[in-house]
């Protein structure tokens, strides 16, 4: 009896668990207010890491955040990150002023009615999504997307994943 015991428990230590995938991300098409094109998330798949943004400019923490999130983006630019900021439950002009005010220079659109938002499980603004270059879902900051937990998230984002589900992941 023992014997099966200690077999059963070297089958059970042998045993791995298979990977669990991360969540697929809702394809993104909006129109840029920087440029007036298409961004459509789609094109990014197998090429870059993308961040995506939902803030507004009636969000205290979102201007609170703005040279930070602004600073990462810096940072990262150069090292197939995409930054897209979705300003949801705004007009035109009052995006446009936050952008002017915190000197944001990463792609920018309207979701006035969160219809993108919502799709990622958008609860309040701001609200920060990182999705990997397979098109994952590998990581999503609720109001604290403070310069350093952004850039963990990134980093993350762009290491091959060894089957694991990342930090922050839901």
Not at 18 to 38: K, M
Not at 146 to 165: F, M
Request: with cysteine; charged share 25%; glycine share 4%.
């Amino acid at each position: 009896m023992s014997l099966l015991v200690a077999l059963a428990l070297v089958f059970l230590s042998l045993h791995v668990p298979p990977a669990v995938a991360a969540p697929a991300a809702p394809a993104i098409r909006v129109r840029l207010l920087d440029s007036g094109e298409t961004f459509d998330s789609r094109l990014l798949l197998g090429k870059k890491v993308l961040v995506v943004r939902f803030q507004a400019s009636w969000c205290k923490t979102c201007a609170a955040q703005a040279a930070g999130v602004q600073r990462v983006y810096e940072r990262y630019q150069d090292r197939d990150v995409e930054f897209l900021a979705l300003h949801v439950e705004d007009t035109e002009r009052d995006a446009r002023r936050f952008l002017r005010a915190h000197r944001t220079t990463y792609h920018t659109a309207l979701d006035p009615d969160v219809r993108v938002a919502n799709r990622f499980g958008f609860k309040r603004a701001p609200y920060t999504i990182v999705i990997n270059k397979r098109g994952e879902i590998v990581a999503r900051l609720e109001a604290t997307a403070d310069e350093a937990r952004l850039a963990a998230a990134i980093d993350s984002a762009l290491k091959p994943r060894r089957g694991k589900v990342l930090p922050g992941t839901s």
